[in-house]
T-cell receptor, first 115, second 116 residues
Framework: EPEVTQTPSHQVTQMGQEVILRCVPI?????FYWYRQILGQKVEFLVS????????KSEIFDDQFSVERPDGSNFTLKIRSTKLEDSAMYFC?????????????FGSGTQLSVL | AQKVTQAQTEISVVEKEDVTLDCVYE???????LFWYKQPPSGELVFLIR??????QNEISGRYSWNFQKSTSSFNFTITASQVVDSAVYFC?????????????FGPGTSLSVIP
């Protein structure tokens, strides 16, 4: 089955540094998402993206966060100046155009540790 | 406002026992979707099922079954004859039209341990 691929699997950074988390969604999918999961807590929606623009974002997704689809395959999440509380597992997801609300395909996540 | 409650934080069962994971949801919308996702120890999130609010038929898929009851706002998940490979965290989730179907709200999860 096609997969959503995320790199790196682990990222360690110093507080205040910029990080970019990368995702390659499934090739024929048109809707892209980022979710995060702080250790031991629930999975939280961050942002959804379609047609090269954000379609929905949560309160968590403030000015420190941005998303981009720089080419036809990658989907990135940038955190401009990381804070300790940004430490979490970040999941990328995608869904098919005609089955947008039916099923999210998640990647295996990037564990971000901010020191 | 949307909310998903999974009252059982952790459950342990012995292999081959049946287990039911509870999910109660809140939404003001009449049109919504309910989901179950599995997160095995390896960490990825695996889709199990989606139900829309107009379809109250229960569903069975192998050892898995789901009981959707709008009257009690519940969407419970039963694993029959549990196996060690079922050990995982299970998340119930909800999206509705008024908030946005794009924004799936996850419950806190139930950690299931199946003991051999």
């Amino acid at each position: 089955e096609p997969e959503v691929t995320q790199t790196p699997s682990h990222q360690v950074t110093q507080m205040g540094q910029e990080v970019i988390l990368r995702c390659v969604p499934i090739s024929n999918h048109l809707y892209f998402y980022w979710y995060r999961q702080i250790l031991g807590q629930k999975v939280e929606f961050l942002v959804s993206f379609y047609n090269n623009e954000i379609s929905e974002k949560s309160e968590i997704f403030d000015d420190q966060f941005s998303v981009e689809r720089p080419d036809g395959s990658n989907f990135t999440l940038k955190i401009r100046s990381t804070k300790l509380e940004d430490s979490a597992m970040y999941f990328c997801a995608s869904s098919e155009a005609d089955r947008r609300y039916e099923k999210l395909f998640f990647g295996s996540g990037t564990q971000l540790s901010v020191l | 406002a949307q909310k998903v409650t999974q009252a059982q934080t952790e459950i342990s069962v012995v292999e081959k026992e049946d287990v039911t994971l509870d999910c109660v949801y809140e939404t003001r919308d009449t049109t919504y979707y309910l989901f179950w996702y599995k997160q095995p120890p390896s960490g990825e999130l695996v889709f199990l099922i989606r139900r829309n609010s107009f379809d109250e038929q229960n569903e069975i898929s192998g050892r898995y079954s789901w009981n959707f009851q709008k009257s009690t706002s519940s969407f419970n998940f039963t694993i029959t004859a549990s196996q060690v490979v079922d050990s995982a965290v299970y998340f119930c989730a909800l999206s509705d039209l008024k908030t946005s179907y794009d924004k799936v709200i996850f419950g806190p999860g139930t950690s299931l341990s199946v003991i051999p």
